[in-house]
């Protein structure tokens, strides 16, 4: 199974936006899809996770400000982010997860949201 490639990161003013995008290769169904974080010296957390099927949840921090989406025909699932919060810096990942319980991370990219 391939690994994802994450990208899109980079610095933004607070109140802005950014969209991630992961792309995906696999001949597998991904049973889901989630974007986690990590921002200096607290731990990964998860931040919008998505089923192969379509329905989405995201953690309370987010809700109301990211959107988690897939298009299946470029086999890629975004993260879009507004109104950014400096709180909101951090390494996005995405992780994939198959039937199998197997999971993949991408290598992660950067997102810095200045005040």
């Known amino acids: 199974q391939a690994q994802p490639v994450e990208s899109g990161g980079g610095l933004v003013q607070a109140g802005g936006s950014l969209r991630l995008s992961c792309a995906v290769s696999s001949r597998d169904p991904i049973a889901w899809y989630r974007w986690h974080r990590q921002a200096p010296g607290k731990q990964r957390e998860g931040v919008a996770f998505?089923?192969?099927?379509?329905?989405?949840d995201y953690a309370d921090s987010v809700k109301g400000r990211f959107t988690v989406s897939r298009d299946a025909a470029r086999n890629t699932v975004y993260l879009q982010m507004n109104a950014l919060e400096p709180g909101d810096t951090a390494v996005y990942y995405c992780n994939v997860q198959f039937f199998s319980g197997e999971t993949r991370w991408g290598q992660g990219t950067q997102v810095t949201v200045s005040s």
């Open positions: 998505l089923r192969g099927g379509g329905s989405a």
